[in-house]
């Protein structure tokens, strides 16, 4: 049974303080002794980075395009065990997702497969009664989602937040709980740059103990825990997760402040499947560790740390090594970045990475892809068969120019239609996507049946 306390905190769009208020809500739960578990809706690393951070129970990404909707109860479900409250952070705006037509893959629907409460925030800047007309449209889009009450955001003063609240609590027929006021200006910490060290670290402690005072002060948060009691959802359990019998073969993953986008069901896939995994850390020097039979170098900031990471050449060499004696590796966006000749920042400064890719990578200060993907394998690709879909997504702000033809590792399909991408040799399986094993578990298998090949040879 799924905890029977969950809230979703939307947004009317992005950039209305879902975030903001999502980590000092969980913050100031935490402070009044509540176990608190984190979820965000769609495709995204750094949001769960910071529910973690503040509740010390991993946060998880809930997709209903990604995933089957009974899978995103099951997940759900599993993550909440032992929490006394959900908070789940939306994506964009509410109704925002696949597409303009329905609500699919919206935080809407997350919503509504789950039962979830919603608290939706609203930016009152320069609006005073217009606020209710901005909630009675939310409320009147769709009649499945259960909006249960509102935040002003950017209200000018306590007189304008009485005006805002009076109008909607009269027009919409729910609660306001609470407001932060415009010149509060509350800025979060770098968005990636240093984020994973600066919370191993603890240096975001401090800003997450003041966010929890400030919303504590104008958020009416026992309220908000009275409206978060919804049903209990039994889900049907899927097996996905169930432990398999021990396959003997280890899987070393790069993780560090350079590589750490990983989905945590990736991670638990791969050992439910019957696989040990071994953590490594490149930019500490770390080497590929010894007797491991697959690698996994994910997504992250190579580029921020591009001058660390050129000069370690032992963890360079070891990379090159594992690759070239056949070992099963999927680098992942970063870590395809990384397998590259080299990467160029912004600053216009060369540096040089493993060497694998013939090409190089030029980071630009515009975003070069974003969105969902399906995924086919091209063909002799261990992780995946061509005629194997799986789903994930990308999100890079650089271009990858190949120095001579290679073959591509995959065939992707997103808005603007079919693409190839990536880098496909031997055993080598790179690119720019970013899977989610959820979508299609044959993936793991298919990996770890070729790590047992590679240990046999």
Request: hydrophobic residues 40%; negative net charge.
């Amino acid at each position: 049974m799924m905890s029977s306390r969950r809230l979703v905190i939307a947004g009317t769009g992005s950039g209305v303080g879902k975030t903001t208020f999502t980590i000092g809500i969980m913050a100031a739960l935490q402070k009044k002794g509540f176990q608190v578990q984190g979820f965000k809706c769609g495709p995204d690393y750094i949001d769960p980075s910071y529910h973690t951070a503040v509740t010390g129970r991993i946060s998880r990404n809930l997709d209903s395009w990604m995933f089957e909707h009974e899978t995103v109860k099951e997940l759900m479900a599993r993550a909440s065990e032992g929490a006394d409250i959900s908070i789940i952070e939306g994506v964009m705006g509410f109704y925002d997702g696949k597409s303009p037509l329905n609500d699919a893959g919206s935080t809407a629907e997350i919503s509504v497969i789950t039962d979830s409460p919603v608290l939706l925030i609203v930016n009152c800047a320069s609006m005073a009664r217009s606020v209710a007309a901005i909630v009675k449209g939310f409320q009147t889009l769709s009649s499945k989602p259960n909006i249960i009450g509102v935040i002003a955001n950017q209200v000018g003063s306590i007189n304008h937040y009485k005006i805002v609240q009076a109008a909607i609590e009269q027009e919409c027929g729910i609660p306001v709980l609470g407001y932060l006021k415009r010149e509060n200006g509350i800025d979060i910490p770098s968005r990636q740059l240093g984020l994973i060290p600066a919370i191993e670290r603890g240096e975001l402690n401090t800003f997450f103990d003041q966010l929890a005072s400030l919303i504590s002060e104008t958020v009416d948060i026992d309220k908000l825990y009275d409206l978060a009691k919804t049903s209990d959802i039994p889900y049907i359990s899927s097996e996905l997760f169930d432990q398999r019998p021990d396959r003997g073969v280890t899987i070393a993953v790069a993780k560090d402040a350079a590589f750490n986008f990983y989905y945590e069901e990736n991670l638990e896939l791969l050992r439910a499947h019957g696989a040990s995994l071994v953590f490594f850390s490149p930019l500490n020097g770390e080497t590929v560790p010894e007797n491991v039979d697959g690698l996994y170098i994910g997504g992250g900031f190579p580029e921020e740390f591009a001058a660390q990471l050129s000069t370690k050449e032992a963890v360079k060499n070891s990379i090159r090594h594992a690759v070239q004696s056949g070992m099963p590796t999927l680098a992942e966006c970063g870590g395809f970045m990384y397998l590259t000749e080299s990467i160029t920042n912004t600053a216009g400064e060369t540096y040089s990475m493993a060497g694998l890719i013939p090409g190089t990578v030029q980071m630009q200060q515009k975003l070069a892809a974003l969105g969902y993907r399906e995924i086919f394998g091209t063909p002799n690709n261990f992780l995946i068969g061509d005629n194997q879909l799986a789903k994930g997504h990308e999100f890079h702000y650089s271009t990858f120019t190949a120095s001579e033809e290679i073959q591509p590792a995959y065939e992707t399909i997103g808005r603007f239609g079919k693409k190839a991408e990536g880098y496909l040799k031997g055993n080598l399986v790179a690119g720019y996507t970013h899977f989610h094993f959820v979508s299609n578990p044959a993936v793991v298998e298919q990996w770890i049946n070729a790590c047992v090949g590679f240990q046999q040879k």
